[in-house]
């Protein structure tokens, strides 16, 4: 059986984890890129800001179509490099706050049945809003994680 509280509850966590993250990160390195290509710290926070409307609108879609054909969001190929760079961070992390408080009361009150409401998206073999969340939970992390890679380097060329 999907557990959906757990779900719910990391998702609810994320921000208490990511944000005080970011600000441990020194303005110096902030929004340096560790190489050409890869992300700052800077740009992965945004990121998770920048997310929220992409995933309600795919949770509005899965909600109200029966199995929507979902577009996968590439952000190398959909995104104009170095944009993140350009967005306010402070801005950025309040909104990312905000829009998860707003996203885990949604969450928390669908039904076990909207849960499993499919869609198929072209990068998967099958995708669920389950799916979609989890995969959210994870993301939260694998960019937190990525920050606190770039927090504690001590290799900057």
Known sequence: MNNTAAIIDSLERAPAIIIPL???VP????????KPGKWSAHEHACHLAA????MLS????MLMEQNPRIR??????DDEDRALLKVDLAEAMERFSGDRQRLVQ???????????????HGEYTHYS????????????MLHAYRIEELLLKNDWA
């Open 27 to 34: 303005r110096a390195i902030l929004q340096r890129r560790p």
């Open 106 to 120: 949604r969450l928390r009150a669908l039904s076990e049945e909207d849960w499993q409401r499919t869609a198929d």
């Open 22 to 24: 970011v600000w441990e």
């Open 129 to 140: 809003i389950f799916i979609m969340f989890r995969h959210l939970a994870m993301h939260d």
């Open 72 to 77: 996968p969001y590439l952000p190398h190929f």
């Open 58 to 61: 795919r949770l509005d879609l």
């Open 51 to 54: 997310v929220h409307p992409l």
